[in-house]
């Protein structure tokens, strides 16, 4: 064997892994082998190889990965002193009050996000879409930070950066240009906001979406918090265009609170025109506001998934680096208290997301990006509302946190 | 000075305690000194005493130790294997499912609600209401073991049980003999539940909950699941019940449903008739199902509070013995952002709770119980949604947690 040969044993060994003895969410007892950043092998007792670590799961509950589908990790204040929130009520109140802070706090989004992805790292987070601010008070500041924290931890955590118009598409000349210098500059979706309640002109901000994301081969993720009657009328209008465009499942729809508020016919009638369309609905699930019905959406094969929109930020004190969490307060919002749901709700924050984001590679199967996180849980249901320290979590095979403290990233 | 005199004194030092340098929730810093189980001042540089000992504070925010308005201490797996939920969707599903589950699986309500009043302990409260079942299924078992429990933490942990019929009032005869026969055994309040749609009896089923009530000069907590118009119906047979029989700030009416789900004239009338006769409402705030309004019932002069409900058992997967993370629940449930909302949440399982269940001497004030919390936040609105290990929990004046661990209880 010549010395090239040893090394690049050598190589292949420190980049395997074998997780001995954990439980599979059915209750089966297994190993994980890992090589080269993917699962090898799930399965009982399988070999060990010299040369290769072993870590020991106790027979902790394994799970894949969590998948963020919706959040803002350029705004928050994680780690900074406590923002005191004394913001009015509506919308264009925070969207305003937000805008005067940022451009009087000199908040730096690059450290923020960093701080902020390393926290849903360290608590199992593998994956991750966030919504980035780009307007004509903050340009593509936000942008730049947000690129370096995913350049930072792109060895395990891949991140997904929507180009947001966070003050409006059509009010603020100029922002559709910096849109397009967003998605040139790494952005992998277009964002959108409220074409009707926002922008005041739903067909003209729709097109103008449609026709920046066509341009650059981009899908869009849009949010429509317009409630009722208007959002279902914005959402048909979305709906006509990904069918005249061709962009099946290639939008996704954030909030969509007016799935929540509308007779049933009328909710019937977008949920199968959605499910045709292969139109993803993104839910953070909040409990005083009207929510697209979960299971419902699931069975009429609406593809459905979570996150947690902002955290701790101005708009919100709210919010958690830990999907858990997510998964415990929707599965708290649709009344669900069944095992089977509750594990639906997990679904939300993992599979569902990693397939309504287009992540790929995902899942606790060989081949996929092993990234897998191990708690002491009976259950996936236990897991959610015990949500217990991560006892292990691996990210593109390597080990990122362990008993609850981050490692090496 | 005499041995005798000796001995007092150092009883006295051994039972007094200065916490230094903590901040109170509006900034102000101060130290705050115990004696005999009381808070003996709270002030700015407090004089210290030899032989007294010092906790230091370290600016960590100090908070009055939490009061849990309705749980189910005698129910609960926390601390078992997980109770895989299988439930139908009903009441009386559950019910049901509850009964069979009690009969069969050998629960020992003794130890399971000492082992989550200690975790209530453990985590800052230090005050709580627990509903016990009262059935013919049951007897007096449950209400033996949770009188135990209470004995156990008498020196900190300030208990008040409800004799609670959970198999309904009227359905199952002998049941009113037992509730009878719980009161005289120990406990503090009389429980009820929806007396239309369990007991199919409003006012016989009402007339019999005052009558055992009266008789032994006791309050009253019922469950009042009913939603809507009838939920209004059975409300309103209570009031007149209240008024007629001058029981004028003894009622607690938990969860009360129908008051998120009616037209505002009949709701706001409702409300006026609660303050007048100071009935208190319980929320635990349940975001899939309507609820009281949080701020108009507080502005309206209603006695408003909050608890947990059952903590992981036959009906929920839920619950924590964490207050402030129901707290954190309630805020959300209730669409508040601004810090001075999230404190209003927080009164709910402090002040507010304290007030309508009638737990005396409460409170961040000289003469009060020493029922102290201190967390490492910087306002509460943070404390609620940071949920930071318990640097220190006092109860009744003694040590009952440090750094988030139990000591000597």
């Known amino acids: 064997m010549t010395s090239t040969g040893t090394s690049a044993l050598a190589e292949r060994l420190s ?66 002193d406590w923002y005191r929130n004394e913001v009015g009520p509506k919308l264009t109140d925070r969207i305003e009050n937000e805008r005067h802070w940022r451009a009087a706090s000199g908040h730096d989004a690059g450290k923020q996000s960093l701080a902020l992805a390393r926290a849903f790292l360290q608590l199992g987070t593998t994956r991750l879409r966030t919504h980035v601010d780009v307007d004509t008070d903050a340009g ?158 699931i069975e009429r094969g609406v593809s459905i998934f979570g996150g947690n929109d902002g955290v701790r930020d101005t708009w919100t004190p709210y919010g958690s680096p830990d999907m858990l969490e997510r998964a415990m307060l929707i599965a708290m919002r649709f009344g669900l208290r069944r095992d089977d749901d509750l594990a639906l709700a997990f679904d939300c924050v993992s599979t569902y997301a990693a397939r309504a984001c287009g992540f790929d590679d995902y899942g606790l199967r060989p081949g996929a990006r092993a990234d897998l996180v191990l708690v002491d849980a009976d259950t996936v249901a236990h897991a959610l509302v015990a949500r217990p320290p991560r006892r292990l979590v691996v990210a593109h095979g390597k080990i990122v946190a362990r008993d609850g403290q981050g490692v090496g990233y």
């Open 15 to 80: 980049d395997s892994l074998l997780i001995a003895n954990v439980r599979l969410p059915d209750g089966t007892r297994v190993d994980v082998s890992i090589s080269g950043g993917r699962i090898a092998a799930i399965g009982a007792d399988l070999p060990r190889t010299p040369g290769v670590a072993i870590e020991h799961g106790m027979g902790a509950l394994l799970l894949p990965g969590f998948v963020e589908g919706h959040t803002h990790l350029d705004k928050t204040h994680w780690g900074l």
């Open 140 to 297: 593509l500041r936000h942008l730049e930070g947000v690129l370096a924290t995913r350049e930072t931890l792109r060895d395990v955590l891949d991140m997904q950066i929507v180009a947001f118009p966070q003050s409006g598409l059509l009010g603020r000349p100029g922002t559709d240009m910096l849109l397009d210098a967003a998605l040139s500059a790494g952005a992998d979706v277009l964002g959108a906001l409220d074409p009707a309640l926002i922008d005041g002109d739903p067909v003209a901000s729709l097109d103008r979406t449609f026709e920046i994301a066509q341009r650059h081969h981009k899908p869009i993720d849009i949010h429509l918090h317009e409630p009722g009657e208007v959002g279902a009328f914005t959402l048909g209008l979305l709906l006509d265009r990904v069918a005249a465009l061709g962009m099946q499942g290639q939008v996704v729809v954030s909030h969509a609170f007016c799935l929540g508020a509308l007779p049933e016919r009328e909710r019937d009638a977008l949920l199968a025109r959605l499910a045709d369309l292969r139109v993803a609905l993104l839910t953070t699930a909040p409990p005083a506001t009207p929510v697209p019905p979960l299971k419902i959406c």
